[in-house]
């Protein structure tokens, strides 16, 4: 009723397509609310959504009580309307679940704070700095890996992408790194990030952003903890049907 029927969104392009369909459709006000219901066939739904203003936003908390309040006292049309309200309040969760809480990069030095390159000697096979990427639901750690020959000579890198679900996480510690040769380099931290598994995973960020870093996430492993004693879903997009 409040969108289209495809099929189960099957690529990431088309999962992003319907997730914008939400999204847009979390934007209407209770006149457009009405168009869009108008144009599925449903204008006497329609017309009372516009009488008790009912806005995009507020989609996710109707109730059966409500719509019968509103005048729909069809049994079908109550069903086939909390259902997509149901599908919606996912969609809700799943896309502020996404939303990145923080994000941030390696960070690189060259010798001699940036005069030399970075990796220095060795800047022949040198890949992209690391991207990182905190949500409500998992940490993203983006890097290479790199093609080595029989020789030992590197020969190109993939980019590679781990994502840590909060839920998995055990521990979160970080390490100084020492200056390069120069005094006036800066050094740097690792922030370890240690799986149920026993899977470990880096992060290279600067001397004094690693414990920030590393209290960010602590605070969101222990929120989605929180989510999921309360019952409530992961940040997984739900199946469109």
């Known amino acids: 009723m409040f969108h289209k029927r495809d099929e189960e969104a099957k690529t990431e392009e088309e999962l992003e397509k319907q997730v914008s369909e939400y999204v847009s459709l979390l934007e209407k006000d209770a006149k457009e609310i009405g168009a869009y219901l108008t144009e599925r066939g449903h204008g006497d739904i329609a017309e009372k959504f516009v009488a008790h203003k009912i806005e995009g936003r507020l989609l996710p908390f109707l109730t ?40 941030g990069e390696e960070f690189r030095q060259g010798p001699c704070r940036d005069k030399l390159p970075y990796h220095f000697p060795c800047c022949c096979c040198v890949g992209p700095a690391e991207k990182y990427e905190l949500t409500a639901v998992k940490v993203s750690i983006k890097h290479v890996l790199y093609r080595i020959n029989w ?6 890198y993939r ?53 920030s870093v590393s209290v960010i996430i602590q605070t969101a492993v222990e929120e989605n903890t929180l989510r999921e004693a309360r019952g409530i879903p992961g940040g997984r997009h739900p199946a469109m049907s």
């Open 159 to 211: 980019e590679i992408k781990d994502n840590i679900d909060l839920s998995q996480i055990a521990d979160i510690d970080y390490l100084a790194e020492s200056p390069g040769c120069c005094s006036c380099d800066v050094g740097r931290s690792i922030l370890q990030i240690t799986d149920k598994k026993k899977n470990t995973y880096l992060m290279h960020l600067r001397e004094q952003q690693s414990a």
């Open 64 to 103: 059966t009580d409500a719509l019968i309040r509103m005048g729909v006292n069809v049994v079908g049309d109550q069903l086939n309307i909390i259902q997509e309200v149901e599908r919606i309040r996912l969609m809700s969760r799943a896309i502020k679940s996404n939303k990145p809480i923080w994000s």
């Open 151 to 156: 020789i030992g000579a590197c020969c190109g």
